[in-house]
């Protein structure tokens, strides 16, 4: 049974998501962001609660095992929530995945195994980037607490072998994007360190400006980014160890109805949490067609004194991801 109370002007569709009233997982990087079947990733994990980061917490990670039927809605499928069709990884904060090397059958383009007394299922559609990707789920006890999709690298169906070629010439795993700062009314935050907090006056509000690195606008051989239209062939230099970029990287995608690869270049998105005080925006970001490095969010302190954990998940459109605490000190 849900009560709604009336109390005059408060606003009854408030994002409550940015504000840490209890013990939550709030992100996962995976290192690397996207990989191929049977290849590991490190996992590490952010998790808050009313009193900042948490150094453990009592969670048990899966992988699903089973695709999503057609007639069921969501992101994952049902059976895996229940607790059912998952393959354990272990517990904690940080951990390793091993990417089952049938995960292109089960969540990309490859044909997928048939199921005993049903027919052959359908291979997955891949999202808006090109991308698949291998679900992955934290619990405690038999509640879901968090769904990761940690990105797969599968590869093209049904396109013609010249298509195939030069898109594993020119499409270069995705890199997870990273926070280079974040500041306060113009004062830069040590990330991460309580012990050198920023300081603000109670009730006040103030300016936020996050910023992530500058990508690219152009393929330059020497840049230090290999990009799309760059391979090992053409730019040694940048692409022998196929060098990313920590922003908006550029990509290619398969377009179907062109059947053409078409350049691509990421957008980016935050999450904004905190401890106390207020929010202007629970999330913001930049489109793919906007070449700004940073975002701004308006944050108004809390009224009486003490310390505040701010917390920043920057996530790019190919499910790449980082995050960076701060800590700052509101004075009476």
């Known amino acids: 049974m849900i009560t709604l109370f009336l109390l005059g002007c408060v606003d009854l569709l408030e994002d409550r998501s940015p504000y840490l009233e209890g013990p939550r ?5 995976a290192e690397p962001a996207e990989v191929i079947e049977g290849e590991s990733q490190q996992l590490q994990v952010l998790a808050a609660d009313e009193s900042g980061p948490l150094s453990s917490f009592d969670v048990d990670w ?7 039927p057609p007639a069921e809605l969501g992101p994952v499928a049902q059976s895996c929530l229940e607790g059912e069709n998952l393959q354990e990884l272990g517990s904690g904060l940080t951990l390793e995945a091993t990417i089952p090397e049938d995960a292109c059958s089960l969540f990309g383009p490859n044909p997928p195994p048939p ?3 049903e027919s052959a299922g359908r291979p997955v559609d891949p999202d808006i980037t090109g991308g698949y990707y291998q679900p992955i789920l934290g619990f405690s006890g038999a509640e879901a607490l968090l769904l990761h999709s940690s990105r797969l690298r599968c590869g093209l169906a049904n396109v013609s072998q010249e298509i195939y070629v030069e898109w594993n010439r020119r499409y270069h795993n995705n890199m997870n994007p990273e926070i280079t700062g974040l500041t306060l009314d113009g004062q ?6 309580p012990e050198t907090p920023a300081t603000v006056t109670a009730g006040s509000s103030v300016a936020l400006s996050l910023s992530w690195p500058a990508c690219p606008a152009e393929d330059v051989c020497g840049d230090a980014v290999c990009g799309a239209s760059e391979d090992l062939e053409l730019c040694p230099e940048d692409c022998t160890e196929a060098l990313g970029c920590a922003g908006a990287e550029g990509y290619v995608v398969y377009n179907t109805i062109t059947s053409t690869l078409e350049p691509q270049r990421e957008s980016l998105s935050v999450a904004w949490y905190v401890t106390g005080g207020s929010l202007q925006d629970a999330r913001s970001g930049r489109s793919s067609e906007d070449a700004e490095t940073t975002v701004e969010n ?11 954990w701010m917390g920043a998940v920057l996530r790019d459109a190919r499910g790449g991801q980082s995050y960076r605490g701060y800590w700052i000190e509101v004075e009476a």
């Open 298 to 308: 308006n944050w108004t302190a809390p009224e009486s004194s003490g310390p505040v």
């Open 25 to 29: 997982l709030l992100a996962l990087r």
């Open 62 to 68: 899966s992988l699903c095992r089973a695709t999503r």
């Open 115 to 117: 199921q005993e007394g």
């Open 188 to 193: 830069a935050l040590n990330p991460d360190d």
